[in-house]
Structures are given as structure tokens and as C-alpha cells.
Nanobody, 123 residues
């Protein structure tokens, strides 16, 4: 599956951004979708994921209560709504897809990745 992320940009601390990730094709419903991020000099880390059927969501502690992941299976798109942004949220954000029904926070469990979109939060 090919993933196309968009929506990154520059925001001030306390502001909001919305990321989108399109996955053209009829198999979108079969994938667990996730968002990860990678800051300069750091490893890629889990941000959020959403399961394929009932849409159960999971979040990293660092974004819980501020970020919301959602999916529109009719549009083959997953979203990440980011509110109350902090400078430490600055990173390249990647969407990812995982075959199967169970979520995972592990980078290695996701077999498909988008190209990444830069999010920069100024203080």
C-alpha cells in the first residue's frame, strides 16, 4: 500500500495542525494505521495508532489528551489532529500501515510507510 502524508507546517506553541495520510486502494480497511515521528538526532517513536475495525485508538503518553487519531475508511485516509502543540512536538511525522488486526507501538511491526511531513512548533 502506498501512503501519502500531508498537512505539516509551522505552528506556534499552543496552536494546532492536522495531518492527513491517504492510502489509495481497496485494502485500506485491512490495515492498522499509525503515526510516528522522528526528531533530529533521535529515534523514530510511536505517536498514535488506530485499529481497523472498531477504530480503537492508542496514544503515546507524551501526546495523550492533545492529539487525536481518526480514520475515514470510505476515503482511505487517516488523520492526526494535533492541538496544544509544544516545541518538543517538532519532528518529521510519518504515517504507517500494519497488516493484521492488533495495534503496535513498534516501528518494526509496520511494513508500509509514507514519505514524512515536517512539523515545526515555535515557542
Amino acid at each position: 500500500v502506498q501512503l501519502q502524508a500531508s498537512g505539516g507546517g509551522l505552528a506556534q506553541a499552543g496552536g494546532s495542525l492536522r495531518l492527513s495520510c491517504a492510502a489509495p486502494g481497496r485494502t485500506f480497511i485491512t490495515y492498522v494505521m499509525g503515526w510516528f515521528r522522528q526528531a533530529p538526532g533521535k529515534e523514530r517513536e510511536f505517536v498514535a495508532s488506530i485499529e481497523r475495525s472498531f477504530g480503537t485508538t492508542y496514544y503515546a503518553d507524551s501526546v495523550k489528551g492533545r492529539f487525536t487519531i481518526s480514520r475515514d475508511n470510505a476515503k482511505n485516509t487517516v488523520y492526526l489532529e494535533m492541538n496544544s502543540l509544544k516545541p518538543e512536538d517538532t519532528a518529521v511525522y510519518y504515517c504507517a500501515a500494519r497488516s493484521g488486526s492488533a495495534h503496535s507501538t513498534s516501528v518494526s511491526e509496520y511494513g508500509y510507510w509514507g514519505q514524512g511531513t515536517q512539523v515545526t512548533v515555535s515557542s
